[in-house]
């Protein structure tokens, strides 16, 4: 069975800080990328970052680089967003997700197989 359950969001004030994280099933973390997604209401999902295991490497959305950081924890099982420094436009319901195989196209939503529910995060302008 594969699982992914994020936790962390909330409301936050304009520059405040958050932590996402994304508990995984052995089945979806042991695999080589696992990203965050977010999705504003009327918009269409959009990539935020990736982290390409089993390395450090790491890609961000222009909009979120050098606020946002990826990160892994392989002995929790645990991928995790650390947000600084938010905005009005990061308010979306956040998605973490995984995918088995490594594609050059990590930054589309189509291309990846497990999702978790979303956490909800909220900056009010």
């Known amino acids: 069975q594969v699982d992914l359950v994020e936790s962390g969001g909330g409301l936050v004030a304009a520059g405040g800080s958050l932590r996402l994280s994304c508990a995984a099933s052995?089945?979806?973390?042991?695999?080589?990328?696992m990203a965050w997604f977010r999705q504003a209401p009327g918009k269409e999902r959009e990539f935020v970052a990736v982290?390409?295991?089993?390395?450090?490497?790491?890609y961000y959305a222009g909009s979120v680089k050098g606020r946002f950081t990826i990160s892994r924890d392989y002995a929790k099982k645990m991928l995790y967003l650390q947000m600084n420094n938010l905005k009005p436009e990061d308010t979306a319901l956040y998605y973490c997700?995984?995918?088995?195989?490594?594609?050059?196209?990590?930054?589309?939503?189509?291309?990846?197989?497990?999702w978790g529910q979303g956490t909800q995060v909220t900056v009010p302008s």
């Open positions: 997700a995984s995918r088995s195989v490594f594609t050059v196209r990590y930054d589309l939503p189509s291309q990846y197989s497990y």
């Open positions: 052995e089945g979806a973390f042991s695999v080589p990328l």
């Open positions: 982290l390409r295991g089993p390395g450090t490497v790491q």
